[in-house]
């Protein structure tokens, strides 16, 4: 009997899933642990809601509530829409909980240990009006490539670009309206270029990747990795676990959280069956095998920063074995 961990795209909790998650995402995945569980092997599936984000933050000031009351909404309705469908997870989980948070500040704590989180000086858009930091989606303006009107920040949908603060023109808050100011702030940032040659030799070993993930991950790597940051100024999120003021109106940056949630959500099953550490059977022996469902929009995150994270926990963390990204 063998061991096999499936792992499956966290939707996000800003809207009800839709027929594209269920044939892209969710359908493959489950007839995958059908067959595994046929064959006799011991199958674990997880994933869940994702929940942090601006996204969910912007509709919650629409409707005059909180963030979570957005993120629950959809998380119940996506569940029990997953459920009907016959889906079987093993533990449907829900990156805003507090075994998702202990995990994800572990893991940015050993990261950290190990000097791979390290401090930054950023520009970001500041409302004077507001008072407030502007995350991504808070701030749109005009394409200066396209002349594409009220993109966000950090990209334009129309043409791709992808925007650092000051690039857009005529920036405004989508708080207030006013001009936002571009002011220095202090964030933690991933060191992803020190993964950049491990993965690239770890890839050129792979043979059984798809064509599409493998060329696409290969490509991506060779275009040289840079240091990403993995926080944010902003309140709904995960604390970042570092002693200092400053660090207080700050959360992990969701991207860095979401991807977290697989481990997570193993660690929190293992301790409702009342064997709490049972998950290190899938993440820590070699021979189980782990696998990724998820669309083409996500193949760096599972292929390349996922891998460099539990890489750099120092752990014996399992890598992803392989990954069938759709092309949906
Ligand atoms: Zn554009
Ligand atoms: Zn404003």
Redesign the pocket.
């Known amino acids: 009997m063998s061991k096999i961990l499936i792992n499956i795209a966290w939707p996000y909790a800003n809207g009800p899933i839709h027929l594209g998650h269920v044939a892209g995402s969710l359908l493959p995945p489950d007839i995958f642990r059908r067959y595994h569980r046929l064959l006799g092997n011991e199958v674990w599936m997880v994933g869940g809601s994702d929940q942090h984000g601006t996204p969910i933050t912007v509709t919650a000031e629409k409707e005059g509530v909180t963030p979570e009351v957005i993120a629950e909404r959809y998380h119940e309705i996506n569940k029990k829409a997953i459920e009907g469908l016959g889906i079987e997870y093993t533990l449907y989980n829900k990156t805003h909980c507090a075994t998702h948070t202990e995990i994800t500040q572990w893991m940015f704590t050993r990261l950290k240990e190990n000097g791979y989180i390290y401090e930054v000086e950023e520009d970001e858009y500041y409302?004077p009006?507001?008072a407030?930091f502007l995350p991504d989606r808070y701030v749109e303006g005009e394409c200066p490539k396209c002349g594409a009107k009220n993109v966000r920040s950090d990209q334009c949908d129309s043409c791709g670009t992808t925007f650092v603060p000051g690039d857009i023109i005529s920036p405004y808050?989508t708080?207030?309206g006013?001009a936002?100011e571009v002011r220095s702030s202090k964030q933690f940032s991933l060191r992803l270029s020190a993964f950049e040659k491990p993965l690239l030799e770890t890839l050129k070993k792979n043979t059984y990747w798809r064509p599409n993930v493998k060329s696409f991950t290969e490509n991506f790597l060779k275009g040289g990795l840079k240091d990403r940051s993995i926080t944010r100024d902003m309140s709904w999120g995960i604390p970042i676990p570092v002693e200092g003021e400053e660090w207080k109106s700050k959360v992990i940056y969701v991207w860095f959280d979401a991807v977290i949630g697989y481990l997570s959500a193993s660690v929190e099953y293992s301790r409702m069956i009342g064997k709490p550490d049972y998950w290190k059977e899938f993440w820590k022996d070699p021979e189980c095998r782990s696998y990724y469902f998820i669309g083409k929009d996500n193949i760096p995150f599972h292929s390349i920063i996922w891998p460099a994270m539990l890489m750099g926990t120092e752990e014996g963390l399992n890598q992803p074995y392989d990954i069938p990204a759709n092309e949906y």
Do not use: A, T
């Open positions: 409302c009006k507001c407030k808050c708080r207030c006013s936002p």
